[in-house]
C-alpha cells in the first residue's frame, strides 16, 4: 500500500464519523510506510474532531511533527490553525499564542483566493464570533439535527410502506439508518412508534394540539392554576426520535465496519 491509499481510507472513515477507526488507520501507515505530511494531517483531524483535551492535545502532537518535517505544508499548517484559533486562551495560551505566526506564515504561501486561504478566512470568522454567532450556531445545530431525522423518518416510513428494506450496499450510510431503524422498530411492543413515524408530521400536530387542550382545561377547571401536565403528550414523539437516533448511530457503526472489512480484503489481496 501506498500513503496516498491510506490517506483515502482515512477520508472514507471520518466521512462516516469513523474518527478512531481512521486515526488506527492514519497510524498504521505511519508505522508501515514513514512519515508523511497528508496522514499526519489525518491523524490530527481525526484526534480534533472528538472536541476533547485529551484529542485536541494529540492533535496538536500529531501537527507539530508533520510540520517538523514538512514547515511549508499548506494542510498542516491550516488544519493547525484552526485547532489553535479552537483553544481556551486561559487553559492553553500557548496554542492562542501561535495563532498570529501560524497566519503569517499560511499568507506567505497561500495566495489569495487559493482554498487554504478560504479556509483561513472561514477559520477566523468563526473564531470571531460573538454570543448571538453562538446562539445561531447552535440553532442551527438543532435545525440540522431535525431535518437529518425527519429525512430519516420519511425513509422509514416508505420502507414500513413497501414492507420492507431495498438491498442497499453496505457501506451506504442512509440506506443503513433506515435497515437500523426497521430493526429497532420491529415486533408488536413497537408498534405504536412505527404508526408515529409513519404519519411524523401529522402526529407532532395533535400532539401540539393535545398540549393546548390539556393544558387549557386542567386550568378552567381549577384542577391546577398553571399546567405543564399536557406536554407529556410529546413523550412518545420523543421516544420515536430517541429510537431514529439509535439507528443512526448503529448504522454509522456498520458502515464503519464494512469500510474496514472492504480494506482487510483489499489489503490481503
Known sequence: MTHDEYADRCRELFAVGGF?????TAEAGLEELGPDPVLYRWLGLAH?????DYHDTEAERAYRSGL????????????????????D??????????????????????PEGSPEAAQVEAALDWAGRG???????????????????????????????????????????????????????AGPWQAPLRLLIRHRVAAYVIA???????????VMTGTV?????????????FLADWRLKQARQLARERVIAAMQTRHAESASG
Not at 20 to 24: D, F, I, L, V, Y
Not at 48 to 52: F, G, N, Q, R, V
Open 20 to 24: 478512531a477507526e481512521a486515526r488506527k
Open 48 to 52: 480534533a474532531a472528538e472536541d476533547e
Open 68 to 87: 517538523a518535517r514538512w514547515p511549508d505544508d499548506l494542510g498542516l499548517l491550516v488544519s493547525y490553525l484552526e485547532l489553535c484559533l479552537r483553544a
Open 89 to 110: 486562551g486561559w487553559t492553553y495560551p500557548g496554542r492562542v499564542a501561535r495563532v498570529s505566526g501560524l497566519k503569517e506564515r499560511i499568507a506567505s504561501l497561500a
Open 131 to 185: 454570543y448571538w454567532d453562538d446562539v445561531r450556531e447552535r440553532a442551527d445545530a438543532v435545525r440540522a439535527e431535525r431535518a437529518a431525522q425527519t429525512s430519516q423518518s420519511v425513509g422509514v416510513a416508505e420502507a414500513l410502506q413497501r414492507g420492507g428494506q431495498e438491498p442497499a450496499h453496505p457501506e451506504d450510510l442512509k440506506a443503513a439508518e433506515v435497515a437500523a431503524a426497521l430493526e429497532l422498530l
Open 208 to 218: 401540539f394540539v393535545l398540549v393546548f387542550a390539556t393544558n387549557k382545561t386542567l
Open 225 to 237: 392554576s398553571f399546567s405543564v401536565w399536557g406536554w407529556i403528550w410529546f413523550a412518545p414523539l
